[in-house]
């Protein structure tokens, strides 16, 4: 299948690196809005076709798969775009700015039939079928609390800063939190609690947020882009715990018995970056007419988007535009 990347930025390089190392898929085109980083990149990471405006790119009828990398602000308008040209979209985290431009953009894809889904990665990753699967064994027993924090120093990161790409920690950092939440302990939240520190420029630069469930469970997670973190997940059950090594790219689980004895370790599976598990699943929904992934259904997109707007709605958060 050939791949388009759209934006030549940070997260586009990595991933440049994965197609060109998994099999079936193939890195045909880049766009960016200059020609010249476009050359660029297409030079570097062997790529086809380098074009100089998205638009572009979109016009070429090889394209069948585009990868979306730029910020946040922009999911909306070039997911929108992608699928205006018949594209298939794998668009990077968070998905859209809120949960209406989301709900938009989806049913745009399902009434033209194309794959739209979300490249919110540890969705898609083996481990996280593993570590589901060690909870319904029963192996810590009843799970009932959960936390999880994933946090980096990049507000000074101009993307993150900036109200208008729409920065902040939630849409870029919070987001993993709240799926590692959503992926062990499902989406059945009564209460959502929160604290947030706001920066000067009008984004948040880091909270803490605590989801309790209906039947009880709880999960206390944080965030932050002033600061590095262990990336810890942790899950306790009523005969032991399990500690994942890094929500964000899961690196294995170590299981703790009720007298916290380790008692094993899960490793993750040898992989490429971590990214070629979204891709090699948008490639296989493509094939079989689907519009979205098994992984990430567009419901469990919503329901994050959703999450995130009401966080932002008690933090009295909005975005330029909004
Ligand atoms: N999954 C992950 O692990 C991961 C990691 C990092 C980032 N991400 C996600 O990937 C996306 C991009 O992040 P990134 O770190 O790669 O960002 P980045 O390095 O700033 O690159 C973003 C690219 O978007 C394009 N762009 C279009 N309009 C823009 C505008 N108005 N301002 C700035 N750039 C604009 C630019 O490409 P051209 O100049 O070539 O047009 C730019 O290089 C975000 O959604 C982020 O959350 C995911």
């Given at each position: 299948m050939k791949i388009g990347i759209l934006g030549a930025g940070g997260i586009a390089r990595t991933m440049a690196r994965t197609l060109n190392e998994m099999?079936?898929?193939?890195?045909y085109a880049v766009a960016s809005r200059s020609q010249e980083k476009a050359y660029q990149f297409a030079a570097e990471f062997q790529a086809v076709k380098a074009y100089g405006s998205y638009e572009a790119m979109l016009q070429d009828?090889?394209?069948e798969l585009v990868y979306i990398a730029t910020p946040h602000s922009h999911h909306y308008t070039h997911m929108k775009l992608c699928l205006k040209y018949g594209k298939h979209v794998l668009c990077e985290k968070s998905f859209t700015q809120n949960a209406a431009q989301a709900q938009e953009v989806l049913k745009l894809a399902e009434q033209k039939g194309l794959l739209c889904t979300e490249a919110i990665w540890p969705r898609y990753m083996p481990m996280a079928r593993v570590i589901r699967q060690i909870l319904e064994s029963g192996e810590i027993g009843a799970p009932a609390a959960l936390s999880a924090n994933l946090g980096y120093?990049?507000?000074?990161v101009e993307r993150i800063r900036r109200p208008e790409l729409a920065?902040?920690?939630?849409?870029?950092?919070g987001v993993y939190v709240l799926t590692f939440a959503s992926l062990f302990f499902g989406d059945d939240i009564s209460r959502i609690d929160s604290s947030v520190v706001m920066a000067d420029t009008g984004v948040d630069s880091q909270e803490s947020i605590t989801l309790t469930y209906r039947d009880g469970r709880i999960a206390t997670l944080y965030c932050t882009a002033q600061a590095l973190t262990d990336r810890q997940g942790v899950i306790s059950g009523s005969e032991g715990f399990l500690v994942v090594e890094?929500?964000?790219?899961?690196?294995k689980a170590d299981i703790y018995d009720h007298n916290r004895r380790l008692i094993r370790t899960v490793p993750c599976p040898p992989?490429?970056?971590?990214?070629e598990y979204e891709v090699a699943s948008a490639v296989k929904a493509i094939q079989e007419g689907k519009t979205e992934c098994p992984e990430m259904p567009h419901s469990e997109t919503l329901f994050i988007m959703r999450l995130m707007d009401s966080l932002r709605d008690q933090w009295g958060m909005k975005y330029p535009n909004e």
């Amino acid at each position: 299948m050939k791949i388009g990347i759209l934006g030549a930025g940070g997260i586009a390089r990595t991933m440049a690196r994965t197609l060109n190392e998994m099999k079936d898929v193939k890195l045909y085109a880049v766009a960016s809005r200059s020609q010249e980083k476009a050359y660029q990149f297409a030079a570097e990471f062997q790529a086809v076709k380098a074009y100089g405006s998205y638009e572009a790119m979109l016009q070429d009828k090889e394209v069948e798969l585009v990868y979306i990398a730029t910020p946040h602000s922009h999911h909306y308008t070039h997911m929108k775009l992608c699928l205006k040209y018949g594209k298939h979209v794998l668009c990077e985290k968070s998905f859209t700015q809120n949960a209406a431009q989301a709900q938009e953009v989806l049913k745009l894809a399902e009434q033209k039939g194309l794959l739209c889904t979300e490249a919110i990665w540890p969705r898609y990753m083996p481990m996280a079928r593993v570590i589901r699967q060690i909870l319904e064994s029963g192996e810590i027993g009843a799970p009932a609390a959960l936390s999880a924090n994933l946090g980096y120093p990049i507000f000074g990161v101009e993307r993150i800063r900036r109200p208008e790409l729409a920065g902040g920690a939630l849409l870029d950092i919070g987001v993993y939190v709240l799926t590692f939440a959503s992926l062990f302990f499902g989406d059945d939240i009564s209460r959502i609690d929160s604290s947030v520190v706001m920066a000067d420029t009008g984004v948040d630069s880091q909270e803490s947020i605590t989801l309790t469930y209906r039947d009880g469970r709880i999960a206390t997670l944080y965030c932050t882009a002033q600061a590095l973190t262990d990336r810890q997940g942790v899950i306790s059950g009523s005969e032991g715990f399990l500690v994942v090594e890094n929500i964000n790219n899961f690196q294995k689980a170590d299981i703790y018995d009720h007298n916290r004895r380790l008692i094993r370790t899960v490793p993750c599976p040898p992989q490429i970056t971590g990214y070629e598990y979204e891709v090699a699943s948008a490639v296989k929904a493509i094939q079989e007419g689907k519009t979205e992934c098994p992984e990430m259904p567009h419901s469990e997109t919503l329901f994050i988007m959703r999450l995130m707007d009401s966080l932002r709605d008690q933090w009295g958060m909005k975005y330029p535009n909004e």
